[in-house]
């Protein structure tokens, strides 16, 4: 069974840094992409970033490009996001999902808080 | 970037009753779209993908049409466990975009 349990979310303060991870195991991680989903509170569902199996193509968002960066250790089956500069605006619950086919996600994991606030 | 565009975004039916969800893209996305469904408190959900194809174990009460810029999902006779919020999403072009959600309630 398929399983990603993020990690590292938290109460941070504006310009600050955080680093999520996310755990996979069920499958080879290394044959699949991996992504970062985000919810803010109430909202609907903002893709946030995509690393290659082999994490040679990355892919960001615009409302984050220069600001977080996405990478991934095959050999501990773990995806991360570096995520620097937060705003306010970055307060969501942000999900890593596995790569469905192509660029669809599926599953999702449980999600990590992430709250950005003076 | 292609903005999709859900509709309605409440809808307000009885178990039994048929759900037709709307997702609108701004240009055309081929037949890469994929619906997604969101209970409170849970990670979504993938339930179609490209279009029309419905993922394993998903009921056959759940189905999707459309292409270029139009999609449904049509829920054909809801069941309790189906009052959700469900989301469309595009793999045409980066980056990847999610509709804004539909929310199916109890009337």
């Known amino acids: 069974e398929v399983q990603l349990l993020e990690s590292g979310g938290g109460l941070v303060q504006p310009g600050g840094s955080l680093r999520l991870s996310c755990a996979a195991s069920?499958?080879?991680?290394?044959?699949?992409?991996m992504n970062w989903v985000r919810q803010a509170p109430g909202k609907g569902l903002e893709w946030v970033s995509t690393i290659s199996g082999g994490g040679d193509k990355i892919y960001y968002a615009d409302s984050v490009k220069g600001r977080f960066t996405i990478s991934r250790d095959n050999a501990k089956n773990t995806v991360y996001v570096q995520m620097n500069s937060l705003r306010a605006e970055d307060t969501a619950i942000y999900y890593c999902a596995k790569q469905f086919l192509y660029n669809w996600f599926d599953p999702w994991g449980q999600g990590t808080l992430v709250t950005v606030s003076s | 970037e292609i903005v999709l565009t859900q509709s309605p975004a409440t809808l307000s039916l009885s178990p039994g009753e048929r759900a037709t969800l709307s997702c609108r893209a701004s240009?055309?996305?081929?037949?890469?779209l994929a619906w997604y469904q969101q209970k409170p408190g849970q990670a979504p959900r993938l339930l179609i993908y490209d279009a029309s194809n419905r993922v394993t174990d998903i009921p056959a009460r759940f189905s999707g049409s459309g292409s270029g810029t139009d999609f449904t999902l049509t829920i054909s006779s809801l069941e309790p466990e189906d009052f959700a919020v469900y989301y469309c999403?595009?793999?045409?072009?980066?980056?990847?975009?999610f509709g804004g959600g539909t929310k199916v309630e109890i009337k």
């Open positions: 240009q055309s996305v081929s037949s890469y």
């Open positions: 069920g499958f080879i991680f290394s044959n699949y992409d």
């Open positions: 999403q595009q793999r045409r072009i980066w980056p990847l975009t």
